[in-house]
């Protein structure tokens, strides 16, 4: 009705119903197989795959709020007040209320699967397909919580993407944003105070101006990528740790021993975990090897 009454683009529409369409049409005809099964456990069963078309939707949700907000900002516009209208004629909730909803269904089939398993007696012929649906469910609730902290660690990164100064390349289907802060670097001439953000495999590092970050260095963690914490440090005490790349060598100083720590263990825990991928690659190239042996071996016999 909206885009009928050309209140808004078509663009702003997909934008913020997304895939709307798609979950009713899911919802239409899981109530009709729930209308006529007398067994909830086995009807939920057959849908429950399909619930995972959810998490899209989810992801999009701060998009639409964001381009809701944008569009009903005067609220003397044509859409806001179409939406006021609306929300006085049917004493219901506001379209930003309504659009939450899908974002709650999964969880409250948890809860509702949960409760209904509680007052199933022990021997009714659904409570196995009750209670092998309640895993399907909680499963898919899981996939849907990571699939939507996956997306908004992404997010984290596209928007630290454009805080610098110079356009710059973060954005990977891999890379998230693990912390951020700031740090002294000891440098030979004068110790400086940047911005650092750390990602799940690089380390940036910048000053801040008045309205954006101007990079100073972008540091790759690879399998070369060194952290050392340093114990009573003549001139920092326990307040600073060591970098060592391929690239770029230093000292950074915190504020305190605790941020200090804190940092150390971010950064040990991205490198540990190269070093573990290092070592299964070998190990794999080394399987194989051994495999090619065996087959010539055996050509030769």
């Not at 944008?70 to 379209?95: A, I, V």
């Not at 953000?197 to 990528?225: P, R, T």
Request: with cysteine.
């Amino acid at each position: 009705p909206l885009q009928e009454r050309k209140l808004i683009s078509a663009h702003d529409s997909q934008t913020i119903f997304s895939d709307i369409e798609t979950i009713i049409q899911l919802n239409k005809h899981f109530l009709g197989t729930l209308k006529t099964s007398d067994e909830i456990g086995s009807a939920m069963m057959e849908f429950a795959p399909y619930f995972k078309m959810y998490s899209s939707y989810i992801n999009n949700h701060e998009k639409a709020s964001s381009s809701l907000m944008r569009l009903t900002q005067n609220p003397r516009n044509k859409l806001s007040r179409f939406l006021q209208q609306q929300y006085m004629q049917h004493s219901g909730g506001t379209l930003q209320s309504y659009l939450i909803l899908p974002i709650q269904r999964i969880p409250r089939y948890e809860l509702c699967l949960k409760e209904i398993i509680k007052l199933t007696p022990s021997g009714h012929a659904d409570l196995d397909n009750l209670q092998t649906c309640y895993e399907a469910i909680c499963a898919v609730n899981q996939s849907i919580n990571e699939q939507v902290r996956e997306f908004e660690a992404r997010e984290k990164v596209r928007s630290i993407e454009q805080r610098f100064e110079d356009k710059i390349s973060l954005v990977t289907p891999s890379r998230i944003f693990i912390r951020e802060g700031l740090m002294t670097k000891i440098c030979r001439k004068k110790d400086v105070k940047y911005v650092f953000i750390l990602l799940s495999d690089l380390l940036l590092y910048g000053e801040q101006k008045e309205k954006a970050i101007k990079l100073h260095n972008l540091i790759e963690i690879d399998v070369f990528f060194r952290v050392q914490k340093l114990e009573h440090n003549r001139l920092y005490g326990d307040k600073c740790f060591e970098i060592y790349s391929t690239r770029k060598s230093f000292l950074c100083l915190c504020d305190n021993e605790q941020e200090r720590d804190e940092w150390y263990e971010a950064i040990k825990h991205i490198v540990d975990g190269e070093q573990d991928k290092r070592n299964n690659r070998n190990v794999t190239e080394l399987e194989i090897r051994s495999q090619e042996e065996f087959v010539r071996v055996l050509d030769v016999a």
